[in-house]
């Protein structure tokens, strides 16, 4: 192996992986996710920063943009099904590839500024390329419509056609009605901290969502029982399941959950954080070292006036309202803001280590016992309230928004959009 | 005294700054490990070096429809504008910046000013709507940051009776700014690395935004703006060292022994608040910046107003 050759395994030692996740494939992404972090393999935020793209369970057109707006050198696997490979071997594997490819595309001498866009294969079209395109969500967006502020400002539709197949940015009025530019973007799949197969098409207007058009639930549905209800459904059909398993799967799940949260908010040690407790209660480890790390984390995290600061005030769901749309779970019981939802985490999460501790080998009895993310139907009624909760916020807070109600589409049935 | 260009430091300094902005990256993967329940291993510490390559290995990516000059002239602006800006930063004792201006403390203002646009554009030039919101809220975060800076910046020279930076760190031989001015430190520190939007204001590069400005951002670009973000980090901290921390002054070691071990300190204590601190977001801090960070610097300007008039200087 010659001097380039090493220089090319060593760069690509720990290459930056994509996990593309379609609704109701946790499993997979739980298991990729830690075995990312135990090996310090960077997760990549953005197709343009992605040399291995791990398909679980989405959908093969958003896997094939999304592949296509990787730069070379890049390889795509599907998860691995069945027990015969583990989803470590299969990345070794793909970085195996990976610098097999860098020796290749060398002696090819291929001109490396090739841009991927040109070859790309004709009919789908490239969603970063456009302005807004990020995310790879592939529905035509000509000739679409909006309303200005509220609908009564409609006036200023100059639509002005496109180029080089491109749609120009819309004009609409803003909440101070100035004529501004409007962008169809759509938020999902692809983004960090993101609901898993989540897909909603927002009309932007500088970092303002202005209006939401459409809510979508992409992927391909995974066999089985949703991952983070399964012990409860399995219960009600009649299995056997202990208290204690229950009640780690609720705390992971909410720990799945406030790590997504924290993600987005920016806080990125308390998010790692969040993810280590996970893993280790879904590995069975021991529950009085994750209590005791999980209470100083949750310490720090309510005294923290930074976060308080950023979540006061954000998407208000009382109780009432959210009862009245069908929206269970902590989100239903927080009664009130972003701030509110997150410390409803932590209390449940804290209140299922200790029934881990207590609960011993206590069957789970299913008709008192309710699931992490509450009655099954509970996750369709998020998705239906949250368009309400995130028209006219800024961006930022929008993201905030949904990380805080975080719903699990495995469930979900799309609603009419 | 005149503005003389002391030419041996301009090798020296691009290497300096070049390794000390790999020493930030590699501690920053430390402790990110450490953080993530690892063992801290030789592929953390050579993250840098590793990451260089490997975008040196990759395709340099486009969109469709880029503003390419617009874009290209971004990225690039980042490095070359933290070098220029460490241009009047001391590397040891008097004499050993690449030059002393008499407006020293001006200059390196103006050109990390400069970033705002720097960052405007590669955020507008990559044709991409989450790239672009995140130039918007760098621009954003500009207003919260560069007053506070300026001010504290302003209150140090008038301290040191000098717009040179030699001038400054001379004024500190007997009482280090950092002990006379403990709140122009902690604002110089908290602005500073907005200005590097590091830490909690890395929003326009946000997890939320898919990484924002460098959304689109592949190979040597990414290289090439990664790497400059850490320099200007690395001139932050530099420079904190000739205003606040009395420049090459201590005992024993040589000046510049001095200088690269307080320099080092200030980065070190940059790159580990990024963990401990959640990430603020302009809606909710301007406020902040305006209400609190500007009167505090201003009533700081008078005192010492005050105190360099009553001693006579």
Redesign the interface.
Known sequence: MGVIDR??A??????HVLVLVGTGATRERLAAERWL??Q?WPVA??P??T?ILLVCGADATIADAVYA?????KVRIEFPRGAATTVGRALEDARKHLIDE?QARAGRRDP??????QENHAGVP?P????????GHLADRGGHEHGGHGGEEHSGHLHSGE????AMADRAADRDGLKLDV?H?PLGP????WPDGLVVDVV?Q??LVQEVTAVDVSGVPAAGMPFWSAPWLAARAGERVSVAEAERRRAASHLDSLHRL?????????S??CA?LRDLLLTDAEIVDVTGRFLALSRRLRK?R??R??TDGLGPLSASAARRAGVGGPAQRGDGDVTARMSRWLLETGEALLAVRNGGEALLDADTSEGPRGPASAEAALLTVLPGLIAGT????A??IVASLDPDCAGAVVPGA | MPDVTVWWVLPVLPVVALALATFAASLDAVL??R????VV?L??VV?PV?EG??L??????????PDSVVWRVGIGMVPVVALLAAAVIPLGGAGTALSDLDIGVVWWTAWLALLWVALYLVGWGG???????GG??FVAQALAYEMPLAITVITVALAGESLRVGAIVEAQQGLWYVVWLPVGFVVYLLTGAAAAFWG?F??PM??????GV??????VD?LVFLAGRYLVLVVVAAFAVPLFLGGGAGPLLPDWAWVLLKTSAVLWLLVWS????????M??FEEFAWVVLIPVTLVQLFVVCVIVLSTGG
């Open positions: 220089l090319r060593f760069g690509f030692r720990r290459p972090r135990t310090g935020a953005t343009a920063d040399d707006g990787m730069p070379l050198p860098t490396p500024q090739v841009p991927t866009r490239e970063e390329a456009e302005r807004g395109g990020h995310g180029v080089a197949g491109l962008l973007v692809v983004l960090p901290g932007l500088g970092d924290l993600l987005v908010l920016g806080a990125e040690g308390d790692v954080q280590v923290s930074t976060i600061r950023m800024e961006l930022a807070a993201r905030v | 990110g490990a953080v993530a329940g690892r291993a592929d953390d993250t590793r390559v490997r040196l290995l990759t395709q340099r990516r486009t969109t469709r429809r044709n991409s709507a989450l790239s672009l919101v918007y809220r909690p890395a929003t946000g997890a939320d935004l898919a990484g460098t959304v689109e951002l592949s190979g990414r990024r963990r401990r601190l959640a990430a603020v977001r809606d909710r």
